[in-house]
């Protein structure tokens, strides 16, 4: 049996109990055997994007976030949307990789987990496809109404959800060992 694949989990929320860091964990929990996820949710501890910064030494924890996501054999991101577009914090720290290319060919998995969604969505695609995120069509989803769908106590309650999420994995698994 092949070793487990490290995914670095990033979570576009920064409320301490979120609906995506529920999700997050239920797909964790769904993974076990497969990945070993790493969750990510100190997105508002990355300073704000500043090209000048953006050196040899850049700020520690942006160094730290880098090195996360080149360790991992692929990342999955989950998030809401917030005013119709991606959380702040969230396009902040991808805006980090831009010129160091961690996302470059990396497989990644996007789950826009929301009221609606749509728009968030489509935004941060562009964003990943022009860092050159490897990604399928069958490793984006939209989850709208998602607080409906993914309990607090992180399970997937949704039996449509659970099947389109169980899809996402098993995509983004493949993603990841044709990437080896």
Known sequence: ???????FAICGSTRASSSNLNLIKAIADLTQEQFIVQIFTDLSKIPHFNPDLDNDTPPSQVSAFREQLRASDGILICTPE???GVPGSLKNAID???SSMEFYQKPTALITASSVGEKGHRALLETLVV???KMLEETKL???FVRTKVSADCKIT?????VEVQ???QAFAKLMDQAT
Do not use: Q
């Open 142 to 144: 939209v989850i709208p």
């Open 131 to 133: 860092i050159e995120a």
């Open 158 to 162: 949704d039996a449509h959800t659970l």
């Open 167 to 169: 899809n996402l994995i």
């Open 1 to 7: 049996m092949p070793s487990p694949k490290k995914v």
């Open 96 to 98: 980090w990789t831009v």
């Open 82 to 84: 917030y005013a119709m």
